[in-house]
């Protein structure tokens, strides 16, 4: 269950996480909306968050980059509107990239797009553009008319050599690429590669015309490899992301979830495979996406547990204790607070049997899960442990729920996640 708590925020301490979020915002370009008239008013409908060119469990294209090729990518929307735009990320560039032409359609099946749906998306008026290094952009609005839950595919042609690219590294979602310029092809013959990231694509906002509201009903889930939806069933969308979206909807209430996870991720350590530390990337991946009014954190297994771990990809790793981790929620429930944003925390899931697991782990997790549920100083709580642990062994997964390496969820047990939070409360 979810609890109703929440302790004040000093005003030095809200003006302190201000300015650190201010910090974090990614500069460059932006070619939506004007100065001079209020625009229409967006809500991020789907979202991904960059990571720097790494390689991964699974082949992918990031540090290669791209030239001369055309990249299709399908993502699904938790929102609908009659208009969107999408988000292009070029955090980790160190040299402009140039976006020849894009376009935005109605998915299909697989690398197809449904006939007369593809259109040609524009920035500032033009149909092609270059990002500075480390920028960001926003496509010109659309005509689209997209419902929620509908996948949408976005085509990028990258006519000239991108170098490294910053990219989604676990999408559980196939991207394609084609040889040569293909941003209108409806069919998907041209497209004969695939992987699975997400490459450049940040985000996809939707408006729907007259709306002038601005609304902050978005619920951004932060993390890491849990969050992103490790060992859900490729282009199913069974994240425990799209199972909240999902049971938000049947409940009468829908609202956009974003999912801002990446796996591996820790909350105090960067880390060259698993992306920025949490408290590093909160304002960009989370604080910042449009028409956002509710984040639910759940990180820190990562920060204890790689210590345990033989696994090679991030050491020599620190010893963290139940205090440091403490203190890196605090920061992200300040920046959170200073947005105007309602902070929710998450107990960790149970360890027990994972390479995450040891003594001093256990006992971390247990001491950090006790101020998640007891402290006050998030607005709410979701207490993943007791809702997906085994009855038999509370230090384990249930079977039924477990993927496998007794650390994420399988489909079944990202639902369970989402039975676990109190809609009212979000």
Partial sequence: M??????????????????????????GAHASGSKSSPGPTWTAAWAASPQRPSTGFKPNWSEDGFSGQTLRQVVRVTRGGDRARIRLSHAYGTSPLHIAGATVARTKKGAAVEEGSVRRLTFGGRRSVSIPAHGQLSSDEARLNLKPFE?????????????????????????????????????AGAFDESTESWYFLSGVDVTSSGDRARRKDGVVLFGDSTTDGFASSTDL??????????????????????????????????SAWYGERGTARFGRDALDLPGVGTVVVLEGLNDIGFSESDTPTYKPAPKVSAAELIAGHRTLIRAAHAKGVKAVGATLLPLGGSDHYGERAAKVSDEFNEWVR????YDGYVDFDRALADPADGERIAPEFDSGDHLHPNDAGYRAMARAVDLETL
């Fill in 237 to 270: 969308n069974r994240r425990w992301s799209d199972a909240l979206a999902e049971r938000l909807a049947k409940a009468g209430t829908p609202r956009p979830v974003l999912n801002a996870g990446i796996g591996g991720n820790l909350v105090l350590n960067d």
């Fill in 151 to 187: 996948s949408v595919t976005v085509t990028l042609h990258l006519a000239r050599t991108t170098g490294p690219a910053t990219f989604h590294a676990q999408s559980f979602s196939t991207s394609y690429r084609a040889d040569g310029d293909h941003v209108e092809d409806s069919g």
């Fill in 374 to 377: 007891d402290s006050g100083e």
């Fill in 2 to 27: 979810l609890s109703r708590t929440r302790t004040r925020t000093s005003a030095v301490a809200a003006a302190a996480a201000l300015a650190l979020t201010a910090g974090l915002a990614v500069t």
